[in-house]
């Protein structure tokens, strides 16, 4: 909505992405102390990586990743054995981080972690920070106080590493200039298509040739093993819904917390944004600013115009072509020069003096105001009620899971008993391959191996128990089997002769495709149907890479120049090269400073990189492939 106005982010939070900190950990001290040595994974300065951690690690980059891929994660991906080496390696590199940071003697204060938890919005209320809702919000997750602040102190502590590492990345506005060039460089293309369909009366497949792939390829005709099953679901989710709560316990939290049910007030504003980075000279800061006091004397003599005024000059391209409408937002949503002057105003229609924020100068609105409330107990006491549950169900579900474990195993021949004892439904699935995509719960690789495993399909015995994660167990048991088998060649005969086809078609069309580059960039004559000239970025959207790469590697000397690019399974791409055109950066040219931005995050990435490898060197690091492989079925 009002891009422009959120908070940066900044590189430090991109060093901490890449070595991807674990969920929970107890300080830089406990990676130097309190480490098992058998059948350790990884040793970092003479301090071990054991099974535990990698085990605990995978499965919060499992969460993080269900979190981020919802519907199209599949677990199975994480089993790889490029994903567990990947997984291995950010634990070693968050060891190389914290013994660095213990060398230093880097030191986190207790001022400073209060100041930082105060500052996180999630633990506010209408802009402060609020003690319940931070015991609330942990106690929802889990999470003790000791356990989130050591967390935090570990973070801070590491943050102070990589700041350093931040600072030194320098980005010269000449360089920033040389890459907006290029990268903003546009070009003027014609393109002849050579279809792979203009080609296919041409081919002559041989009497055999479907026959022939069809006996080489046969597992591609494979129809894997499939099963139909039954199965029962413990979750934390599921504990919660059985559990009950008096409306009195209810009443007693809401009481007891009043301020977690007071909603702040909220402001609409429209306003006209002068982009200019503070950063900016003066006298580029000077300009914008006289641009804006002029646009304000506008507004002033005729208020009725702001709308107008924002769609003609704002430069904030969220919100100008709404006239500049930001909608209401709450304390805590915009930046704090923005944010203040807003609330500040009191009567809507009320027009702002200039502010100058980090993003430029804006002339403010005010169109709305929200009063703060205090929502009624009858439109909270479901949250209160669920958020409750929640917090008993964690104990619960912890205390359930060995009782669940058992009775699964030693009731082994039916499901039933299990389902009856803690109450849970007994779902049946459609049939489910044995490789494929499967729904939840059954795209877990491990829950699924056990389904196809011979006790499951043969004996028809439950599986065992399978923590799929989320705090999630299933226990599943077959009811149909269906054998892997082989599509008859008959049945697939016709698609086989399609695909051949169009394989040798393609293959004609590349070959006359590349034929008449040949000759263009001999400065023969060729008869071509060139298409209209359309600009080309190497930004622009929905074209693949590697046509792009094609066309910006054609020659600009002397045009027109040419190009081509194989399109897989469709033909060939040729493109004439008419006119290239460079734009010369100017000081206040936002594009400017977005690409400055990227440049620096490039440099900010290799400058971390080379530290780690630098740590690598300083601290010695062995990685015990055999004891990850092996810690795979354990």
């Known amino acids: 909505m009002f891009d422009a106005v959120r908070n940066n982010k900044k590189i430090v939070q991109i060093f901490l992405l890449m070595i991807t900190l674990p969920f929970a950990f107890w300080g830089v001290d406990s990676y ?6 058998d059948n350790e994974l990884a040793s970092v300065g003479g301090t071990p990586i054991t099974p535990a951690e990698f085990q605990q690690a995978q499965r919060e980059q499992q969460e993080r990743m269900r979190a981020a891929l919802g519907a199209t994660f599949n677990p199975a991906m994480m089993e790889t054995p490029e994903a567990r080496r990947a997984v291995l390696e950010n634990l070693v590199n968050q ?13 986190v204060t207790d001022d400073r972690i209060r100041d930082t938890i105060a500052g996180i919005q999630a633990f506010q209320e209408n802009g402060h920070f609020s003690l319940p809702r931070y015991e609330a919000m942990l106690k929802a997750q ?9 967390r935090l102190r570990h973070d801070l502590a590491l943050q102070q590493v990589l700041g350093a590492v931040a600072e030194g990345v320098m980005v010269s506005q000449g360089s920033s200039e040389q890459i907006y060039s290029v990268q903003l460089e546009e070009r003027m293309v014609s393109e002849a298509r050579f279809a ?4 296919t009366a041409a081919v002559k497949l041989a009497d055999d040739a479907a026959q022939k792939y069809y006996d080489g390829n046969r597992k591609q005709f494979e129809v894997p093993a499939q099963v139909r099953a039954e199965y029962v679901v413990l979750g934390k989710d599921v504990v919660a819904e059985q559990l009950a709560v008096s409306d009195a316990d209810v009443r007693k939290e809401y009481d007891a917390h009043p301020e977690r049910f007071r909603q702040g007030g909220e402001r609409r504003a429209s306003h006209i944004l002068i982009q200019a980075d503070k950063s900016a000279s003066a006298d580029a800061l000077k300009a914008a600013r006289e641009k804006a006091e002029a646009l304000l004397k506008q507004v002033r003599a005729n208020p009725a115009d702001f709308e107008k005024l924002a769609k003609a000059h704002s430069q904030d391209p969220g919100s100008a072509e709404k006239g500049g409408d930001l909608g209401f937002f709450p304390r805590g ?7 203040d002057t807003t609330f500040a105003l009191s009567k809507e229609g009320e027009i702002s003096d200039v502010v100058q924020s980090d993003f430029g100068f804006h002339i403010i609105k005010l169109t709305g105001v929200k009063a703060e409330k205090v929502r009624p107990f009858d439109e909270v006491k479901g949250e209160i009620a669920a958020e409750l549950k929640r917090g008993e169900a964690g104990k619960k579900f912890a205390e359930l899971v060995e009782g669940f474990t058992n009775t699964v195993y030693e009731q082994s021949d039916s499901l039933k008993p299990t389902a009856d004892k803690f109450k849970l439904p007994l779902k049946t699935t459609e049939w489910l391959a044995r490789d494929g995509k499967a729904p939840a719960p059954f795209d877990n690789e491990k829950l699924r191996a056990e389904l196809f495993s011979d006790d499951a399909v043969k004996n ?5 128990a399978v923590d799929v994660g989320n705090n999630t167990m299933v226990a599943a048991r077959v009811l149909e089997f269906k054998p892997a088998s082989v599509r008859p060649f008959a049945e697939v005969k016709a698609a086989i002769e399609q695909a051949l086809t169009t394989e040798e078609a393609v293959k004609l069309a590349e070959k006359e495709g590349e034929a008449k580059l040949a000759q263009l960039n001999k400065g023969e004559a060729v008869d071509l149907q060139w298409s209209p000239a359309k600009p080309a970025q190497r930004s622009l959207p929905g ?14 000397d002397k045009l027109p120049s040419y190009a081509g690019a194989k399109v897989p399974g469709a033909g060939y791409l040729l493109f004439r090269i008419e006119k290239v055109t460079r734009p010369t950066a100017s000081g206040d040219d936002p594009r400017l400073k977005a690409i400055k931005q990227q440049y620096s995050r490039v440099l900010a990435e290799q400058d971390f990189a080379a530290y780690v490898a630098m740590l690598r060197k300083r601290y010695d690091v062995k990685i015990n492939l055999a004891a990850l492989e092996g810690s795979k079925d354990k």
């Open 543 to 556: 074209v693949p890479p590697e046509i792009m790469r094609a066309v910006f590697r054609a020659p600009s």
């Open 196 to 199: 792979a369909p203009q080609y």
């Open 460 to 464: 028809k015995r439950n599986t065992n």
């Open 142 to 150: 889990g999470m003790t106080q000791a356990v989130f602040e050591s």
């Open 95 to 107: 060891r190389l981080l914290a013994l660095d940071a213990a060398k230093m003697r880097l030191a």
């Open 32 to 37: 130097v102390r309190n480490m098992g040595r």
């Open 333 to 339: 949503a915009m930046v704090k020069a923005f944010e």
